[in-house]
């Protein structure tokens, strides 16, 4: 029986549309590859078990776990992370609705919640605040108590439908 190689893999990566060559082991997590060998520290790593939402990144526009992806696995794919969503110096809807309506205290979460609901935007421009509430459960925050993200998705979604918020 022939042991297990332990050898690390030379990946090209797609991450937020630039290409990324590293080498890393084959087990190493999507979450670790971002932040320590492409300085993306925009994507916490929380719970370690996908349960937190901290770690949420885009694949091929989906939202996914990346404390439970393997690095390995995302070649072919590509990857965004929040770093791609807005900039300091012009928000995106999201992120200035977040900020007016007080919806981030520590920001721990705050990227997986950016990431999430950037996508469900995309595909459900007119939510209920029930329908936020359902998406946002898969996102853990200790601070705010969640009623001021709701309120914030809620006026993200009434702007970029174009509507007065």
Do not use: W
């Amino acid at each position: 029986m022939t042991a297990p190689t332990h050898d690390p893999l030379t990946l090209s990566l797609s991450v937020n549309g630039e290409t990324h060559d590293v080498r890393v082991p084959a087990r190493k997590l999507l979450s670790d590859v971002l932040r320590d060998d492409l300085g993306l520290t925009g994507t916490h790593v929380g719970c370690e078990h996908g349960v937190c939402g901290a770690c949420t990144v885009l694949i091929d526009g989906r939202p996914a776990r990346a404390c439970l992806t393997f690095a390995a696995q995302m070649e072919g794919h590509e990857v965004t992370t929040v770093e791609a969503m807005g900039r300091p110096d012009a928000l995106s809807a999201l992120q200035q609705a977040l900020h007016e309506e007080h919806g981030l205290q520590c920001g721990f979460c705050t990227p997986g919640i950016v990431v999430t609901f950037e996508h469900y935007l995309r595909e459900n421009p007119d939510p209920t605040a029930e329908e936020v509430r359902d998406v946002l459960s898969g996102n853990l925050c200790r601070c705010t108590g969640y009623q001021n993200i709701v309120a914030a998705v809620l006026k993200a979604a009434a702007r970029m439908r174009g509507e007065a918020a």
